[in-house]
């Protein structure tokens, strides 16, 4: 096996080798470059967020659970309560593969805030080699109550052999100049713009009917398994810049898009990088993984998830707000993100998650 990211094939060799494991996984669990992890019943409601570098995670949580909860029956999750659930997948690692968690698309667009833990682990969303145990995760949903159930998915793991391989600037720029991986809205290839990866701008153009979504304060519950069966309205406040700029508000939670559409060539993966306070005073991006053939073959913009810390903070048009990192797969992946995979966002404009129905405010 070579260095780098592992892909979708390889996902299927470590579950199938009980490298990873879940005796009932689906096989649209395994993405190109990254595995989507599931919920299993075993959830409990706690008091605070918590890391256990001295021990397990069950041991920790006999002192600090509020109440257990079934995820057989369907539960509400409420806004700003905190939850940890076992998740269905085990690891038996070797010393050789290590790697990172993140929270799915459509997690971070709904301001769902998770993150993975492990036993005798100091850090979030890392799995470290030669981990063998549980995973668990930890789940704030911040904007909406969430009906969520056993088998759900809200996050993804990727795995890496040895090392990561990630692309220098200098290599970004040239890879751009004989594949290019950024778009202007006219679909011509862009100038890219490269500082420890490539550096993404925000769309506020004024011309827009559209250009940004704000939660509501106070919505509906939604659930997470009806698909395309939400009011936009009922969850989100549309926006509409001004003077090409708008006014990003402490607490409040944003959907945007890029300015530039975005491409992952086949044998690459890309991860945003979710927060730089060289940027700006804001989280950018809940969701960081990027799947290989992501915007191929003309580029699909991203979304970006927004939420200041402290401060109002003014976005204007094509001010750079992230970057996404680049890396190579160990081998090109032949499954690829896109129709084929029933991949949700290949192609996207402005789009809030799946489960919304944008018919309902045309």
């Known amino acids: 096996m070579n260095k780098g990211s592992l892909t979708h094939k390889d996902y299927a060799k470590l579950l199938n080798n009980n490298k990873i494991i879940n005796n009932h996984y689906k096989k649209s669990q395994i993405q190109p470059s990254s595995l989507d992890l599931t919920l299993s019943e075993e959830a409990y409601e706690v008091k605070a967020s918590f890391l256990s570098p001295n021990g397990k995670i069950r041991d920790k949580l006999k002192t600090i659970f509020i109440k257990k909860i079934d995820l057989n029956n369907i539960k509400i999750f409420k806004k700003n309560v905190t939850y940890i659930v076992k998740l269905n997948e085990k690891l038996n690692l070797s010393n050789k ?49 969430i009906i969520l159930k056993k088998g759900d998915s809200l996050n993804q793991m990727r795995l890496i052999y040895e090392d990561n391989d990630f692309i220098n600037d200098a290599s970004l720029i040239k890879l751009h100049n004989s594949d290019p991986i950024i778009f202007n809205p006219k679909n011509t290839n862009s100038m890219v713009s490269v500082d420890s990866g490539l550096k993404i701008g925000v769309d506020l153009n004024d011309e827009n009917n559209i250009s ?91 979304v970006l998830e927004i939420k200041t810390n402290e401060v109002p903070f003014i976005l204007e048009d094509g001010q750079v707000i992230a970057r996404i990192k680049y890396e190579r797969l160990n081998k090109k992946s032949k499954v690829v993100y896109g129709s084929n995979i029933k991949s949700n966002y290949q192609n996207q404009g402005l789009a809030l998650s799946k489960h919304f129905d944008l018919k309902s405010i045309l």
């Open 97 to 145: 593969i290590f790697g990172k968690c993140n929270p799915k698309s459509s997690t971070g667009r709904l301001d769902i805030f998770c993150r993975t833990i492990l036993d005798y682990s100091d850090e979030y969303e890392k799995i470290p080699r030669n981990y063998q145990g549980e995973i668990f995760l930890e789940i704030t949903s911040r904007s909406f109550d």
């Open 212 to 302: 940004a979504f704000q939660a509501k304060k106070s919505a509906p519950v939604l659930d997470f398994n009806k698909i395309k069966k939400h009011k936009v309205l009922d969850y989100w406040i549309p926006l509409k810049s001004k003077n090409s700029y708008i006014t990003i508000k402490p607490g409040k939670f944003y959907i945007l898009k890029s300015k530039q559409k975005i491409r992952i060539p086949p044998n690459m993966a890309g991860e945003m990088v979710p927060y730089d306070t060289g940027i700006g005073d804001f989280r950018v991006h809940y969701a960081g993984f990027f799947d290989p053939g992501f915007g191929d073959p003309g580029g699909s913009y991203a």
